[in-house]
């Protein structure tokens, strides 16, 4: 990697580490660490605040993965835009900004997908909204798209390191839902309506 794609990776790091599920309910007086689950992610303000501050944080997420991804992309190419795009759902999930106490990286990993496979991104992100309004869980939603990456990015013809970056994304949504795993597994799961 030359400096300016070194500097577009760390920049999506920076970009990640703004945390929506954190800033959007401090304007309304909630520390989101403090209600629900305490994980500053879409599903706990859903369910601590209502869809609205929810959707404003979705959106949120998605748009700072995208704005990394296409950094990269701009930097250095297909292979910088994912490690940027990474290094955002990285940002994501271990904020410096707030104390590295973050989501879990999935809408992040849906804004980096849409910019660099968009054709994909657009199965994925709508298929994650689907498959929570269903099952209402937004983990088997999130562990799906997970399972889903690396195999929707090798259809999408990409290869080499954007599918080892995309990879890295998974890894790090499956290692991020670990409590959520085990609860699926015992049947103790909280649905998206129901409090953590």
Do not use: Q
Request: aromatic content about 8%.
């Amino acid at each position: 990697m030359d400096l300016w794609s070194i500097a577009a990776v760390v920049a999506g790091y920076l970009i990640g580490s703004v945390d929506f599920g954190v800033i959007l309910p401090r304007l309304w007086g909630v520390d989101i660490y403090d209600v629900g689950s305490g994980n500053p992610g879409t599903t706990n303000v859903l369910r601590s605040m209502g869809r609205g501050a929810a959707a404003a944080v979705l959106v949120g997420d998605i748009l700072k993965g995208l704005a990394a991804a296409a950094l990269g992309a701009w930097a250095g190419g297909e292979a910088v835009g994912f490690a940027a795009g990474f290094a955002a759902v990285l940002g994501h999930c271990y904020p410096v900004w707030h104390r590295f106490r973050g989501g879990k990286g999935v809408a992040t990993s849906g804004g980096m997908v849409l910019w660099l496979s968009p054709i994909l991104g657009a199965i994925l992100v709508p298929a994650w909204g689907l498959i929570t309004a269903v099952l209402k869980k937004a983990s088997v939603a999130s562990l799906a798209l997970a399972a889903a990456l690396v195999p929707g990015v090798l259809l999408a013809g990409h290869r080499g390191w954007s599918v080892a970056w995309a990879g890295a994304a998974a890894v790090l949504i499956l290692y991020r839902h670990k409590g959520n795993i085990a609860r699926l597994m015992t049947g103790s799961e909280h649905s998206i309506e129901e409090s953590s």
